[in-house]
């Protein structure tokens, strides 16, 4: 009974550590797949006792059957949740490279027009890029954005805006007006990716095909010793690390496996180093 309390709590603990930012992902996902491994070997003698030998003889190719149909739909199921949230995963961090890079080529055009407006574009879009990467970033973890972020971006457009006439029939006028086009576009998809979440009947059945995966292995048969107990923990082990991966790459910018602002802070390097 200890035992089996101590694998649901280790993994009761791993799926509020989830939510932690500070918490190794790695520890998040020893706990998830130990106290997994745990729970199912407690509950073996339980299952022996619900599913006695002979019930198991009997009904071995019916169970057997069941679990090979099962189990083949559950990782059917597994495999493909697990390809939409890495996809939305990799969309997400396409759309911070694009967004960043269309900054840098921003400023870099910048540098075609009088030292008054370049100073001006190149103030707006580092207070951009200090806001998205110290205050927004963290606020798309809750699903949010920052006001100032957008209010900085608005004043990047302001600055194209409010040229003069002269200064719009320059081919870069126009070059500048499609990069503070693609920023705010990919700004647009990168807070909607925040919103980004497997539906909750996704989730129950991740969950309920992981528990009806395990009772069709307990029905299966735990009368053969230590090879029944091994095939218990590899299985339960394989079931609760797919668990984990589904929930650690749900979201792409909620502080677990996420999206990282590393191609805003080498855009925001590299343009405190041009300015040396």
């Given at each position: 009974?200890?035992?089996?309390?101590?694998?649901?709590?280790?993994?009761?603990?791993?799926?509020?550590?989830?939510?932690?930012?500070?918490?190794?992902?790695?520890?998040v996902?020893?706990?998830?797949?130990?106290?997994?491994?745990?729970?199912?070997?407690?509950?073996?003698?339980?299952?022996?006792?619900?599913?006695?030998?002979?019930?198991?003889?009997?009904?071995?190719?019916?169970?057997?059957?069941?679990?090979?149909?099962?189990?083949?739909?559950?990782?059917?199921?597994?495999?493909?949740?697990?390809?939409?949230?890495?996809q939305?995963?990799?969309?997400?961090?396409?759309?911070?490279?694009?967004?960043?890079?269309?900054?840098?080529?921003?400023?870099?055009?910048?540098?075609?027009?009088?030292?008054?407006?370049?100073?001006?574009?190149?103030?707006?879009?580092?207070?951009?890029?200090?806001?998205?990467i110290?205050?927004?970033?963290?606020?798309?973890a809750?699903?949010?954005?920052?006001?100032?972020?957008?209010?900085?971006?608005?004043?990047?457009?302001?600055?194209?805006?409010?040229?003069?006439?002269?200064d719009?029939?320059?081919?870069?006028y126009?070059?500048?007006?499609?990069?503070?086009?693609?920023?705010?576009?990919?700004?647009?998809?990168?807070?909607?990716?925040?919103?980004?979440?497997?539906?909750?009947?996704?989730?129950?059945?991740?969950?309920?095909?992981?528990?009806?995966?395990?009772?069709?292995?307990?029905?299966?048969?735990?009368?053969?010793?230590?090879?029944?107990?091994?095939?218990?923990?590899?299985?339960?082990?394989?079931?609760?690390?797919?668990?984990?991966?589904?929930?650690?790459?749900?979201?792409?910018?909620?502080?677990?496996?996420?999206?990282?602002?590393?191609?805003?802070?080498?855009?925001?390097?590299?343009?405190?180093?041009?300015?040396?």
């Amino acid at each position: 009974m200890l035992e089996g309390l101590a694998g649901l709590g280790s993994v009761a603990a791993a799926q509020w550590l989830l939510k932690e930012s500070t918490v190794s992902v790695w520890l998040v996902a020893a706990l998830m797949v130990g106290g997994g491994v745990v729970l199912a070997d407690a509950m073996i003698p339980v299952a022996a006792r619900v599913f006695p030998a002979e019930r198991c003889e009997a009904l071995g190719n019916l169970v057997g059957g069941a679990l090979a149909i099962v189990g083949t739909v559950y990782a059917i199921v597994v495999g493909f949740v697990v390809v939409v949230v890495w996809q939305s995963v990799s969309d997400a961090e396409t759309t911070v490279a694009r967004e960043s890079n269309a900054i840098a080529g921003l400023e870099r055009m910048s540098r075609g027009y009088a030292v008054p407006v370049r100073r001006q574009v190149q103030e707006a879009a580092r207070t951009y890029l200090r806001l998205v990467i110290d205050e927004e970033w963290d606020a798309m973890a809750e699903r949010r954005s920052s006001a100032r972020a957008d209010a900085a971006l608005v004043e990047l457009w302001n600055v194209y805006t409010d040229l003069a006439p002269a200064d719009r029939t320059t081919p870069l006028y126009a070059e500048s007006l499609s990069r503070l086009n693609e920023i705010s576009d990919n700004r647009r998809l990168r807070l909607q990716a925040t919103g980004n979440r497997i539906p909750p009947l996704m989730w129950l059945l991740v969950y309920l095909g992981a528990v009806v995966t395990m009772v069709l292995a307990y029905a299966f048969g735990v009368q053969h010793g230590w090879y029944t107990r091994m095939v218990i923990w590899i299985l339960s082990g394989m079931l609760a690390f797919a668990v984990f991966l589904v929930a650690a790459l749900d979201a792409p910018f909620d502080d677990r496996m996420s999206v990282e602002p590393a191609a805003f802070v080498f855009v925001q390097d590299n343009m405190a180093e041009l300015e040396r």
